[in-house]
């Protein structure tokens, strides 16, 4: 099969789609569950399934430093190792090196850093990033590029992207194509709508399989992250998948999905799920509260999940007080099938061209609690 996208309905600039995959098809809108280290934190493979996820990330920086690419290779690839035949996104490590590494140097070349684990030297160039996700065998590759730090100058942020540009032309050089395998350019630009133009002319002009909107849901706030949405998704070709990278919260996702995006990856609901919170229809819930403790309703009404057809808040609440390790995997599985939800009444609502409303529909519901 070939790599592809359908775009099957829009609803203002909402879009409702289908990526197809050597791995597999994915409809969209989606949320990829984050599975950092060959692992979706707390979940098991088939937990992941459950809660309607089609297509799940990886991250370049954790697996080249350990297991290490060429042994995940030796392995069998990501999907084998971690027994998920659908289709997996990978990162180029950039972002990561510039969150955790530590005496990292950028240059023309790529980045030299430190790994967080054992002090030992790298160097990540495109070049060695693109044969990384390649051993990694990620359906979705991602050029490497650096995230343009918020808050930049527009000087700072003009030369971050085009040295990301000039990433984007390697990258792509050094990308081997094989049928229902694809790579996506990452437009920067930081929050300045003529550098993110050159940025999208840039990437056109290389040509890729898909477009991530990266650099944004780094400070600058839910409204300005909206505006540079409503500038970028636009000039992006509409027969492309579009992915805005680690965003966000339940409100950042419809208002992005409003705006044209397609694809989204977080850690926010696996992370929340580790810290006894849990998004609802009806609100944020810390089940760590004592109001939940005689409360035996289920978490969320609305959710068909194993941990909200079989148990009680008060049943989680216990869990989270006694540190038991099944409180975090119940909570983890509830918020993925949370964002899955969410999503697949986004493509619903889009079909039938009420997108507006259900957007007004889920926030009020997110009131009630
Ligand atoms: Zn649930």
Redesign the pocket.
């Known amino acids: 099969m070939s790599f592809g996208f359908d775009l099957l309905a829009t609803d203002g600039a909402a879009r409702a789609g289908l990526l197809r995959t050597a791995h597999g098809e994915v409809a969209t809108p989606t949320f990829m569950a984050v599975g950092t280290a060959g692992t979706v934190k707390a979940m098991t493979t088939d937990a992941v399934r459950a809660t309607g996820a089609k297509i799940v990330l990886g991250n370049t920086y954790h697996l080249m430093l350990r297991p290490t690419a060429e042994r995940v290779a030796r392995l069998g690839g990501l999907h084998k190792m971690m027994d998920w035949p659908g289709p997996i996104l990978t990162d180029s490590g950039g972002f990561q090196i510039m969150s955790l590494a530590k005496l990292r140097k950028l240059d023309e070349t790529g980045v030299t850093f430190r790994s967080h684990l054992d002090g030992s030297a790298h160097h990540l160039t495109p070049e060695r990033s693109m044969e990384i996700q390649f051993l990694l065998d990620s359906t979705i590759t991602m050029v490497l590029d650096e995230c343009t730090k918020f808050p930049a100058t527009e000087d700072e942020a003009a030369e971050s992207m085009r040295l990301s540009a000039r990433w984007a032309r390697r990258s792509r050089d050094a990308f081997v194509p094989r049928d229902g395998y694809g790579q996506f350019g990452i437009v920067q630009g930081g929050v300045y709508e003529g550098l993110r133009r050159e940025s999208v002319d840039a990437l056109r002009a290389i040509g890729f399989e898909g477009y991530a909107i990266g650099g944004l849901a780094v400070g600058e706030g839910q409204a300005m992250m909206f505006e540079m949405l409503e500038i970028t998704a636009p000039m992006l070709p509409a027969d492309k998948p579009r992915y805005l990278m680690g965003v966000g919260t339940p409100d950042d996702l419809l208002g992005s999905v409003a705006r044209g995006v397609d694809m989204f990856d977080c850690v926010m609901p696996t992370r929340a799920g580790r810290t006894a919170r849990?998004f609802?229809s009806r609100g944020v819930f810390n089940l760590r509260n004592a109001r939940f403790i005689d409360d035996a309703r289920?978490?969320?009404e609305a959710?068909?999940?194993?941990?909200?057809?079989r148990h009680t808040r008060a049943y989680l609440h216990h869990l989270i007080r006694c540190e038991e390790i099944l409180g975090p995997m119940l909570l983890t599985?509830?918020?993925l099938?949370?964002y899955q939800s969410l999503m697949t009444g986004a493509r619903a609502a889009i079909f039938e061209r009420r997108y507006e409303a259900y957007c007004t529909a889920t926030r009020a519901g997110w009131q009630e609690s």
């Open positions: 849990a609802t289920p978490l969320d959710c068909g999940c194993l941990c909200c057809t599985m509830h918020n099938t949370y």
